[in-house]
């Protein structure tokens, strides 16, 4: 057996760290600048899948253990509202992503905050802010089909919902944002301001 075809047999029967920071496939490589924050805050699994997962309050690691690596792109959690302008900034900085799963326990609202800016628009001090160019949230909106599961956390009902998930083709791996874009979301290091 090649090299490769090993490396590839290992990638198909085994489970990722729990604390992985690098991609599964190093051919499908993401930016080293992706996703933006915190790098133990992601597992970050196969560049190339079309699936983001959000457990929210829910620890990430056992959901991430349970998820075959090759159905998703990145698990990371959502802690307070002010969390979604990171998240929307690498969603949008990563044009692979097209499913947004949430699940696990909202134990802050941020889920339920996520979903009006995904299904309505609207987003309280979120921090995401319209520039006379481009809307960010309506970017965002039409960018990513949401999953609710929230209040969902058996981790073998969620490996369902995601592997029942169909891969989207798109181009272009992660990288950096449109300059507008760039503008319109907060920083990713930078402390949260509201929008005025």
């Known amino acids: 057996m090649t090299a490769a075809r090993g490396l590839l047999h290992s990638a198909l029967h085994s489970r990722i760290p729990a604390r992985s920071t690098r991609p599964l ?3 499908l490589a993401a930016d080293d600048d992706w996703p933006f924050g915190c790098p133990d805050s992601f597992t970050l699994a196969n560049c190339a899948s079309s699936t983001a997962v959000c457990t929210l309050w829910t620890p990430r690691t056992e959901l991430a253990r349970a998820l075959h690596p090759l159905s998703y792109s990145v698990v990371g959690n959502l802690y307070t509202r002010e969390g979604i302008g990171l998240l929307v900034r690498n ?11 949430l699940c696990g326990t909202d134990g802050s609202g941020a889920g339920l905050e996520l979903v009006l800016l995904i299904k309505e628009g609207v987003t309280a001090d979120s921090g995401l802010e319209t520039t006379p160019a481009i809307d960010v949230r309506e970017t965002f909106r039409h960018r990513v089909e949401l999953h609710d599961y929230r209040g969902e956390c058996d981790v073998h009902r969620l490996r369902q919902i995601v592997d ?3 891969s989207v083709s798109t181009v272009g791996p992660p990288g950096r944002l449109h300059p507008e874009l760039e503008e319109a979301l907060p920083r990713p290091n930078a402390p949260f301001q509201a929008a005025a």
């Open 25 to 27: 496939m190093g051919s």
């Open 91 to 101: 969603v949008l900085a990563n044009p692979r992503l097209r499913h947004l799963v």
């Open 164 to 166: 029942g998930l169909r």
